[in-house]
Every structure is written in C-alpha cells, then in structure tokens.
C-alpha cells in the first residue's frame, strides 16, 4: 500500500504563483509515476502533469505548458508542483496520485491523495 498526501494549496491573485508538495510513503518499490490532476466545480477531473519516478521524465497538459513545473523534491519520495502565472481557470482541487504502470501518463494511477484547494482570484 502507497500513501499519498498533497499540501501547499491556498488563496491567491491571478499571475502570482503557489507551490505544491506530493508526499508518498509506504510501499512505493513498484511505483512508475506520480501525477498531477485538478477537479473544477461542475468540471470532470483532468490531467495536469506527471513525472516518472525513476527517470524524472515529465508530461505536462497543453493548458499548464510553460507555467506549471513537476519535479523531484530532496526529500525521499517528495514531489513538487510549481505553478507560476496562475490565471483564474486555474481554480480546482489537486490531486497527486501515484502509479504501477509505466507509460500513459493520463491514466492508470492506483494511489490518490485526499487533494488540496487552488483558488486563483482575478
């Protein structure tokens, strides 16, 4: 069993920026990716971005390409989520879910976080 816990969520204007931290403990072995997802009001769950956990390499959605950066913290099995230029559309709670399955960066996460409110205010 994999743990997973988001943090660092929070209020803040549009074109600032906010930084969120992915903790994973527990069995985390046979874990293949960590990804970034976001949930509006009245929206479907999204992708937002992902990162492979022992190649480092990342996947972003077209919509956070240029803002957004994931990446691998010190700290063992942390990650991160910076989020520069926040516009309002931003606003959802994210999700950090871990992964077993190598490939498809969309899909396929068997862990998820209990998620952390983003509010972008204009």
């Known amino acids: 069993q994999v743990h997973v816990a988001e943090s660092g969520g929070g209020l803040v204007q549009a074109g600032g920026s906010l930084r969120l931290s992915c903790a994973t403990s527990?069995?985390?072995?046979?874990?293949?990716?960590i990804g970034w997802f976001r949930q509006a009001p009245g929206k479907d769950r999204e992708f937002v971005a992902a990162?492979?956990?022992?190649?480092?390499?990342?996947n972003y959605a077209d919509s956070v390409m240029g803002r957004f950066t994931v990446s691998r913290d010190n700290a063992e099995n942390t990650f991160s989520l910076q989020m520069n230029s926040l516009k309002s559309e931003d606003t959802a709670i994210y999700y950090c879910a871990a992964s077993k399955r190598p490939g498809n960066w969309m899909e396929g996460y068997d862990y998820w976080g209990q998620g952390t409110q983003v509010t972008v205010s204009s």
């Open positions: 990162i492979g956990w022992y190649s480092s390499v990342t």
């Open positions: 527990g069995r985390a072995l046979h874990i293949a990716k």
